[in-house]
């Protein structure tokens, strides 16, 4: 196969994997949240256990067992804690109902606050008893809450106690939220009552319709992570003394952590195979928590190993890293959309060694290519003898039918890697590049110019880089590949950081080109006075 052939190959296969990628996300979303809720419930499946006297493994506890006996959608609310960027309900079931995000950049186009926890679904903090008739009665048994109803947690940490008193048994729940919206949560048994306790369902604060990694994610005591996506849940999986246990969205989770002792998590089946985490409690159960948005410095901030917790799906190897210098580059500079600019040139700077050797050899092998059309008439019958006639004009004129694919290929999991880090960091959440143009780079620019400078660019891109089409088919496709990516980025709003490391890769691979041809224009003037030379000689 020639090498323009493969190179071009190559690029209509990223397309194509974008495409797929992608667009079937757009063309067929998933269930909106709306959607979602109007089939689930509260009463969702418990864990099965043992109804004796000590706590069952977590093993035991992996199956659906009995329903939540009745629905609790009706239930009031205890207490509200407020600080300056969020807002807990806390209802009287002793579960979080609800937590609104009040900073400006989460607000919906209406100006209304966002709600990130689906109306119908399971709450953070219930507790599921092994004992049907207890798990009844706790059903219908309400908490009670001697504190302040409005609770200012703006500059200080604020403790709520509930207390559920049963027929044989009176759980207390102490909950410390501090203003990060990390917690510590305390729940005792009067006596011994096995139970498991969640962090709830998903948060569902994202309608988007593009292809996220939705679900939970469970770090383990040897720092293995299980990602299960919404879908995928088996409702077998288990994870012994795990540090974390998270259920998350886009941007925002809700988790459990516990770094010294370490938790028993169970992996629930609901409704349309999506996961449910619950921990395993005992009569005194201590677990670190965390509602909210999955940013960077705040888990950082709460304990470094939070941050794992920030899932990128398939390339989070790649993405992670990524993440990283991209924080380090805003950290310098202060501002995400020239952070974006800075570390597409950080790469093209680092992949340029390999870029230059495989431009370069498409310039040789354009340049042979009235050669090897002439080899292929001659030994057209003759494959094996082709092949050795090639390699040796290969050989001798110092070009590798190889050498461009390298830097093709590494391109295609850099880009989807950045793609999972520019879409899913919640940092980009109405980050300003340009006042007045582009005030929030995780939504489509208002004014379509990127996506427009994306089509130009890369048409520009392909009038000065060889090519040497053999289908005519595959340099239609080719030809008409700036126009559907810059139609499809209109139509589709993608995120405007996306758009723009994409506009700025073209923008340095188009000097890069010009840099490359004339470098190869100067090796040719070389090499043809040099053989000129040797015949005058």
Known sequence: MEQQDLNKRLILALALSFFVFVGYSYLFPPATPQAVEQNATTSQAAPTVAADNNPAPASQAAQPGNAAPVSTDSASLLASVTSNTFKISIDTFGRISQYELLEDKYKDAEGQNLHILGAQQVKPLEIRFSDTALNEEAFKTPYTYDGNAEVDARSAAQTLTLTQKLSTVTVTKKIVIQPTGAYTLDVSTSTAA????????????????????????????????????????????????AKIASAFDRYVATMFYDFDKGMNVSILKQTDDNPLIFVEGNKNLHLGGYIGPKE??????????????????????????????LLWIHGLIGNWGWAII??????????????????????????????????????????????????????????NPMGGCLPMLLQIPVFFA??????????????????????????????????VLMGVSMWFQQKITPNNFTDPLQEKIFQWFPVIMAGMFIIMPFPSGLVLYWVVNNLFTIGQQYVINNAYKKHKAAAVAAHKKGKDS
């Open 296 to 325: 960077y410095h705040t888990l950082q901030a709460i304990n470094p190993e939070l941050t794992d917790a920030i899932e990128f799906g398939w390339f989070t190897f790649l993405s992670k890293p990524f993440f990283k210098v």
């Open 342 to 399: 800075l570390f597409t040139l950080l790469v093209k700077l680092v992949l340029f060694p390999l870029s230059y050797k495989g431009m370069m050899s498409m310039q040789k092998l354009k340049d042979l290519a009235p050669k090897m059309k002439e080899l292929k008439e001659k030994h057209k019958g003759d494959p094996a003898k082709l092949n050795a006639q090639m390699m040796e004009m290969y050989k001798k004129n110092g070009a």
């Open 194 to 241: 096995p139970y498991f306790i969640t962090p709830g369902h998903r948060p569902m604060a994202d309608t988007s319709m593009y292809m996220l990694v939705r679900g939970v994610l469970v770090k383990g005591a040897d720092n293995v992570i299980l990602t299960v996506e919404d879908g995928d849940a088996k409702g077998d999986e288990t994870v012994k003394n």
């Open 418 to 451: 950045l793609y999972r880090v520019l879409l899913n960091a919640d940092e980009l959440q109405g980050a300003v590049w340009i006042s007045g143009w582009i005030d929030n780079l995780a939504i489509a620019d208002p004014y379509y110019i990127l996506p």
